[in-house]
């Protein structure tokens, strides 16, 4: 969160920078099986988020004292290019990375069933090339796409959303200037179907009514995140198939 409140980021009609409404998502476009020499990929744009995922496995985890014997290990690994921010990010892996990689990884963990592959190692790649606030939230939502398109069993997929507060007001899916600018930022993450959460985190301060708010607009947003999913997955079977219904 910044420190520069005098930035102001809803107008008068309660339109925001982009000319959105408090609850309205930035347009989403998800793409599966982009690349060809992973087990299964996708890519996603989200406002101006550009994400691509690779996934490889479940093969044998190693080293092998690794493995655990009732079930496999996810490990995703989150990395943001040195061109993906307006500041040059110095490559390899920081603090933030590292806790954006375990926090995803488990809520991977809660949709994969990882009870079938005993020892096994899933890992997901997941570059942001371009950055644009809610990246954590679109990796994992694009994450759980790759994983479906390498044939990998889960309960369900795995979509999120952020909301947060701007100029005193709850809004949804925070962009670049209010996620910096603004007062609080909450990314969330469910299993679509059972509507339990995965991921929650909070950056920021809200009331217990404005979390309240919050919380009801992500999962409001999630069925609407989630069909663009099934989409990308729906369009990867069609191209596979010879590209004709
Ligand atoms: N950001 C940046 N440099 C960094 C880390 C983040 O410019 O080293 C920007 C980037 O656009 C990112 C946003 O700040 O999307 C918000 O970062 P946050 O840590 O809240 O995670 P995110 O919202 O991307 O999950």
Known sequence: MGTQSDIKLIDENGLRLDGRSAGDLRPIRIEAGVLERADGSAMIEWGGNKIIVAVYGPREAYPKHNQDINRAIVKARYN????SVDERKR???????????????????????????????IDVFIEVL????????????????AIADAGIPMRDFVTGCTAGKVDGKVVLDLSKEEDNFGQADLPVAALPKSGKIVL?????????????????MIMNAIPRINEIQRNALSSRVKVEGGGGE
């Open 91 to 121: 490559p390899g892996p920081d603090r933030r990375s590292i806790e954006i990689s375990k926090v995803l990884s488990e809520a991977l963990s809660a949709a994969i069933m990882v009870e079938q592959f005993p020892r096994a190692q």
């Open 130 to 145: 371009q950055a644009d606030a809610g990246t954590r939230i679109a990796g994992l939502t694009a994450s759980s796409v």
């Open 80 to 83: 943001m290019a040195a061109f």
């Open 200 to 216: 929650m985190q909070m950056d920021g301060d809200l009331s217990v009514e404005e979390f309240e708010t919050a919380t009801s």
